[in-house]
């Protein structure tokens, strides 16, 4: 005899409600990236030399790096954009993805490229300085 009410069908629901919300952020954000490629890729290479976090001999190749990444991020397979954040997940409560991502691609990534002489600080000094020009491509709440 089937019950009558689902004490678990409205938790169902709403889990499936964050979860469709969740992807539709996900997407409007890799939509942005790409879209402002370029202008995000400027804001954010000044922001790694303004804290300090990155040195390097060429910025016009590291900001042409940035943009190519912005550009085929919104591309890349899902499973390869959660291996990436994978370490970093625990760094803050509620993370925007693209700035995990693109501080583990600085920590994993960046550090090899002809172009960087140094990268410092922590894995939370640079997710914080990537965060403050990334999180500008989340929607408002």
Known sequence: MPYAHNPYGSGDRAVRSIDRNREKERRVMLKLAQKHADELATRLVQRLLDAHIMETSNVDAIRTH????????????????????????????????????????????????????????????????????????????
Do not use: C, W
């Not at 509620?94 to 002809?114: A, C, G, K, M, R």
């Open 66 to 141: 940035f943009s190519a990444l912005f550009q085929k991020m919104r591309d890349m397979d899902e499973f390869d954009l959660q291996y990436k954040i994978a370490p970093l997940r625990q760094l803050a409560a509620d993370p925007n993805f693209l700035s995990l991502y693109v501080t583990q691609h600085i920590i994993e990534d960046l550090i090899d490229n002809q172009n960087i002489i140094d990268i410092f600080g922590d894995d939370q000094e640079i997710f914080l300085a990537v965060d403050s020009v990334m999180d500008k491509l989340r929607p408002p709440e």
